[in-house]
């Protein structure tokens, strides 16, 4: 059964270490605060980590140690069958897109809307609207299997938001796009977030890092590093 504990952070992550399996680790006792309203790129280079600290989040991964809370709920201590009531507010965008292969595009973003208690024909509508702001409104009844990546990754986002989440993880949700593209949807995350959504967003993009002043979570030989500097500077380990 579910109960939270009132909490200001969105996020809490308390000396969280991962390693795999009897591999190296891949982060140690990282330790940070995400609060309600907060917009953070999450990067470092490739392996690094940043997949793996976003699947802790939602408890696709068991950290190594560490304590880790999200909305208040101790994550570790949620049962498998917390886990949609727990995932209800938070819009995941997988840097494999993960599409539901024999439903239409429009109908994989209307789904999780439906799921969530709104009138199928309402969901439609607003997935539709989505789908035109992505550029996909030509598509609608299209199958993921006929969309190139790019297109794909465009579905996973509206995906991703249409349930207007109070957490949005993404992870490299511009990896496949155009920078005109990426443009675009960094305003449609923008918008989400105006209206009070908390984001972190991973990515590789530095076009993006570049050209939105959002802090950074930076994860670089195991250690989470915050508000990096512009023109070279180090920033801070978040410990
Ligand atoms: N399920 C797993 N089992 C074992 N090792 C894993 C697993 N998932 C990831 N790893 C390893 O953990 C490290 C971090 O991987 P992760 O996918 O989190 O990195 P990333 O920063 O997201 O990389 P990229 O930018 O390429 O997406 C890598 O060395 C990877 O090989
Ligand atoms: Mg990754």
Redesign the pocket.
């Known amino acids: 059964m579910l109960s939270a504990t009132p909490a200001k952070e969105i996020v809490s992550l308390e000396r969280v270490g991962l390693q ?2 009897d ?1 190296k680790t ?1 982060f140690q006792n990282v330790s940070y605060n995400v609060f309600m309203g907060d917009f953070y790129f999450l990067t ?10 976003l ?1 802790i989040l939602y408890k696709s ?1 068991r950290p190594t140690y560490g304590r880790v809370s999200v909305f208040g709920y101790d994550v570790d201590s949620l049962d498998r069958s917390d886990l949609p009531v727990f995932r209800q507010h938070i819009g995941l965008i997988f ?1 494999d897109c993960r599409l539901i292969e024999n439903l239409s595009i429009v109908d994989n973003v209307a789904l999780s809307m439906h799921i969530a208690g709104s009138l199928y024909k309402r969901s439609r509508a607003y997935a539709k609207e989505l789908l035109d702001w992505v550029g996909l409104g030509d598509k609608l009844n299209s199958f993921p299997d006929v969309l190139s990546d790019g297109q794909k990754q465009r579905v996973s986002i509206a995906r991703a938001v249409v349930k207007r989440p109070a957490l949005l993880l993404a ?2 949700p511009t990896g496949n796009l155009d920078d005109d593209n990426a443009f675009r949807l960094m305003a449609l995350f923008e918008e989400l977030h105006r209206m009070g959504t908390t984001v972190i967003l ?1 990515t ?1 993009n530095n076009q993006l890092t570049k050209n939105f002043e959002y802090p950074q979570l930076m ?1 670089k030989n195991g250690t989470l590093f915050v508000n990096i500097q512009k023109e070279g500077g180090k920033g801070r380990a978040a410990v």
């Open positions: 795999y399996n591999d891949v470092g280079h490739s392996g690094a980590g940043k997949t793996s600290l699947k991964v840097q992870d490299e991973a590789h994860l």
